[in-house]
Structures are given as C-alpha cells and as structure tokens.
C-alpha cells in the first residue's frame, strides 16, 4: 500500500523555525554536510521546509531514475531567484539556465548545435590545446622564476584565469591573453564578481530577494553589483565580435567561435544570443576550474595512481601521433579520476526538478509539481551505493559494475549542463599538459573540506608543489 505524501518524514511543517536553526548551524555554508545529516536521520527520503523553498530529498540512484522519468518535455530546476530577480531588476533577457517552458526548448536545441554536439568538438579541442599549452608554459616560466626547481603555491587564480581563457576562445574564437603577465584588469574584475555572485546567491534561497532588495540589504546591492560587472564585461566581448562580423564579408575561413556561429546562423534574436553568451561565459569559470584543482588535490595525494595516469597519457600521445582529438578516446582512466572528483567534490550538491507528474518513490505518492532533489554530494559518499565511497578510485569507472544513474556530476537529460562537453574537453586536457609536464605533490596530510557557497569551494586554500619531470 502506498504511503501519503502527508507522511513523509521530516522537518517540513515550520519554515520559518527551520530556517532560525538552519542559520544557527551555519546552514549557508554546510547545505551538503546538513543533507548528509538528514539522509542518516530520517533515511533515503525526507520532506524539508527552509523558508519558503519546499523539497523532498532522494539519495539512491535508482530513485533518481524515477525522478527523471517523470522530467517531462520541459524539465524545470529550482528556481534561481536571486538570478531572475537580477534581471528583471535591469530588464535582461533570460538566457538557456533561466528559461522555462517551450522558449528554453526552442532556444536549446538551437545552442546545443552549436556548443555540445560531437560535430564542434573538433572545432573545440584545438583552441582548448593552445590554451592548455600556454598554461604549462606559463607554469614552467613561474617555476623557472623561483630558483628552486618547483613551485610551491595557491593555483586557484590560474586556474580560473586557464577556465575563463579556455571558455572565451571557444565562445569568440579569441584569445584574451589570460596566460601573459600582465592580465586586462577587466578581465579579473570579471573572475573577481563571479565568485561575490555565487557566494551571494546562496542566502537568497531562503530569503526572498524581493524582500532583501527591499530593507535595501547588503546581499542584494552585492548581488547586483556582481552580475553588473559579468554583464558589462560579457557585453564588452560580444560588441567586439559583433563589430568584427560586420566588417568582415563572406564566411570565415577558420572556425570563428560560437557566439560568431550562433549570429551568422541567424536563428535566435541578438537579445537571446547575448543572455545565453553571458551565462555560458559566466559558467565557465569556476565551475571546471574547482574540479581541476580538486583532481589536482587527489593526484598529489595518490602519487602511484599520478604515475598510472601518466604512462596512460604518454600511450595515448604514442599512439595518436600528437593529435589532440584521437588523445582524448584513448584516456579512459583520466575520464574515470574527472568522474571520482565529482563524486567525491561535486560542483552541484544535488540535482533538482519540479516533476511534470505524480511518482511513487520509496513507496510514498509525491505529486505532480513537487520540488524532488537528489542529494549529489550525499550520493557520492553513500556506502551503499559506491563500494568504499571514501577512497578516491577512477578505475571503478572502467570496471562493468552497475553505472546506472550513478554518474550525475553534470545532470541528466536535455536539461543537463550545456557546457558539459567543453567542461569535459577542457578538463582533458589540461590534465594531459600538467601530467606531462610536472609532478603534483602536496605538503603532509592537510585534509580538505568543503564549503557551499551554491557551488561546492574547498574550504581553505590548497596548497599543491609543482616539480618539472
Ligand atoms: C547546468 C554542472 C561546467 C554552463 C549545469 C547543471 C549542472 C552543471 C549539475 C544542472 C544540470 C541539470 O539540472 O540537470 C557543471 C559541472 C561543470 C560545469 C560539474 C564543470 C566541471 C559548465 C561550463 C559551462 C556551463 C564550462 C559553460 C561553458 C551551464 C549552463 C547550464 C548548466 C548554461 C544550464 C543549462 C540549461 O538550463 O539548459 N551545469 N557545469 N557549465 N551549466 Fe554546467
Ligand atoms: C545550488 O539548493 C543548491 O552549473 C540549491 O554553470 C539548488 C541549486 C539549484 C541550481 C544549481 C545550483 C544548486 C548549483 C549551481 C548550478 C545551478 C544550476 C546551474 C549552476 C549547478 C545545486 C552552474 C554552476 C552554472 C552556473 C551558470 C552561471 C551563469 C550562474
């Protein structure tokens, strides 16, 4: 018989309350260590009210399968306030990630032509290659510079200056000289307000930003004054093509980028272009450049596995003559490490969809429109799901045990991330370059935390030390 949706257990019938205790446990910063909490107490579904954002919760993969069985035509995340009201705020169109219904279709299946069919990759992979070249130059250079044969340091400024160079050569086919010494200031105020824009979405899931923007708080006036800066800077790079295009007669003999793609293709308005040109640029960025630095983290701390991925690489580079993208079908165990990162330090904590109608999970009816969300972060770590989840292993990718719905690190469906493929090439190959060229080693047994500021950060600065091979 199945249970009602009424019984469902939980903490769901006083937001208000539950949001009090979430901010005294510090629930801002520790959304995934609370959910893990909640899995353990109340088991493999819980209702929760924090505020006024309403969810049940899911943990097992094969419930995440009912979940997006149950997707419908037009799948529906949870609604980004904080990121709509922005723009209604400065009356900007909404791009791909805040687009519903049958414009968010429309305008997809036009973007995932050009930004995540397997035909683009090889338009991709040689721009991402010069980056990822310039990168380990770069780095070789810094080594060089200290006098001691290596290089002991922070990378996250590199590595969001590598994302943010990677992602712009791609979307404009231009390089904008992130890898040089002297960096346009624009260009790190740009990285500088993604960072303040994700660290002030996150109390505005439970606060309404309408109310914030209202009492004239300090998030929202941060808030928007992050997404100012991504929109002037984005818009400042579009206007730059743009112009070009205009200039320029007849098709381009090399690939031009996306955004120059997406305008000759003529099929979405300017308005549309520009809003999905700057959420792609603005995604771009700390998003892969974490996950390298998380898998960073985990190769200095497995040196033999570092040594496994190497040999695989330079078999790889044998076999493949030095082309990039016959490389990259022939790592699957450098797949298998980026796969075991987001397991273990996920970009998103969970997965959510308002379902398209009524489901029956762990024997309880949840109706049509409920927020469901599947617990990313607690999945990863759950020990019946991954055998000895606490162990970082990319060879379980490669073994034939069950993969089902187990692999979510990016979404699923046609609502999944639509950068997913550059993520992926990027990533690739910067691992190639860095195993390539130097050993990671990292000091003692520093272990490293999470924090959720709406994308999973290390808590604290890794420190990792470089050596040339
Ligand atoms: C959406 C993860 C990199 C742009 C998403 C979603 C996840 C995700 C989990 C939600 C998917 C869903 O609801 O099913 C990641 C991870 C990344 C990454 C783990 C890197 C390690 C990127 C990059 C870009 C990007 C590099 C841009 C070039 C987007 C966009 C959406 C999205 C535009 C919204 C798509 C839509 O609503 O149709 N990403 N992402 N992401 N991501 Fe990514
Ligand atoms: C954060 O409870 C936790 O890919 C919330 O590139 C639920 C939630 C909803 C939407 C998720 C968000 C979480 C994490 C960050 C995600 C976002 C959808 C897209 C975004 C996963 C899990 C991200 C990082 C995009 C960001 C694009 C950029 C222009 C803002």
């Given at each position: 018989?199945?249970r ?7 903490l ?6 539950n ?9 801002f910063?520790?959304l995934?260590?609370?959910m893990?909490?909640n ?8 209702r ?5 954002y ?15 069985k149950?997707e ?19 009356n900007?169109?909404?791009g791909?990630?805040l ?8 305008n ?5 032509k ?29 080594i060089?510079r ?8 922070d990378l ?11 992602v712009?050569s791609?979307?404009?086919?231009e390089?904008?000289?992130?890898m ?7 260009a790190?105020h740009?990285?500088?307000c ?17 109310l914030l923007?209202?009492?004239g708080?300090?998030?929202w006036?941060?808030h ?32 031009p ?13 300017i ?6 040109i ?32 190497r040999?695989?690489v ?7 003559n030095g ?9 699957p ?35 049509a ?12 770590r759950?020990?019946k799901v ?9 060879s ?32 690739q190959?910067?691992?190639i ?7 990671v080693?990292?000091?003692r047994h520093?272990?490293?935390q ?15 030390t470089l050596?040339?091979?």
């Amino acid at each position: 018989i199945v249970r009602p949706f009424s019984e469902i257990p939980g903490l769901w019938k006083n937001g208000v309350a539950n949001l009090y205790n979430f901010w005294k446990l510090d629930g801002f910063k520790n959304l995934h260590r609370i959910m893990l909490q909640n899995f353990n107490t109340f088991g493999p579904i819980y209702r929760e009210k924090v505020g006024y954002y309403e969810s049940v919760n899911i943990i097992n993969p094969e419930d995440a399968a009912i979940l997006f069985k149950a997707e419908g035509h037009y799948p529906k995340r949870l609604n980004v306030e904080a990121w709509t009201s922005y723009r209604d705020y400065r009356n900007r169109k909404y791009g791909v990630l805040l687009k519903n219904g049958e414009d968010w279709r429309s305008n997809r299946v036009i973007l995932n032509k050009e930004v995540i069919s397997p035909k683009v990759m090889g338009n991709f992979v040689p721009l991402l290659d010069e980056v990822g070249l310039d990168f380990v130059a770069r780095i070789h250079k810094k080594i060089k510079r200290s006098g001691q044969n290596k290089w002991t340091t922070d990378l996250s400024q590199e590595l969001f200056k590598y994302a943010l160079e990677s992602v712009s050569s791609v979307l404009y086919g231009e390089r904008l000289g992130l890898m040089l010494d002297y960096i346009d200031p624009e260009a790190q105020h740009f990285i500088d307000c993604i960072t303040v824009m994700f660290k002030t979405t996150s109390p505005m899931l439970y606060i309404p930003p309408a109310l914030l923007r209202k009492i004239g708080s300090k998030v929202w006036r941060d808030h928007v004054e992050a997404w100012d800066g991504i929109f002037n800077q984005a818009d400042r790079c579009i206007h730059n093509i743009y112009r070009q295009l205009r200039q320029e007669a007849g098709t381009p003999k090399t690939y031009p980028g996306v955004l120059a793609s997406l305008l000759m293709l003529d099929k979405l308005s300017i308005e549309d272009i520009k809003a999905s040109i700057t959420e792609l640029m603005a995604g771009g960025v700390d998003t892969t450049s974490i996950t390298l630095q998380w898998t960073l983290y985990e190769l200095a701390r497995h040196p033999s596995l570092q040594e496994e991925l190497r040999a695989e690489v330079a078999a790889a580079r044998a076999e493949s003559n030095g082309d990039m993208l016959e490389m990259l079908k022939r790592i699957p165990l450098v797949k298998g490490a980026l796969k075991e990162t987001l397991r273990l330090h996920p970009v998103a904590v969970s997965l959510q969809r308002y379902i398209a109608e009524d489901i029956i999970i762990q024997n309880y009816h949840i109706p049509a429109g409920t927020l469901v969300q599947l617990g990313l972060f607690a999945m990863g770590r759950d020990p019946k799901v991954f055998f000895r989840p606490e162990q970082y292993q990319p060879s379980r990718w490669l073994r034939t045990e069950t993969h089902y719905f187990r692999s979510l690190g990016f979404g699923f469906g046609p609502r999944q991330c639509l950068g997913r493929r550059i993520a992926e090439a990027e990533m690739q190959i910067f691992l190639i370059h860095m195993l390539e060229n130097f050993r990671v080693e990292k000091q003692r047994h520093v272990e490293v935390q999470s924090t959720f500021e709406l994308i999973l950060l290390p808590e604290k600065p890794i420190i990792l030390t470089l050596k040339p091979l």
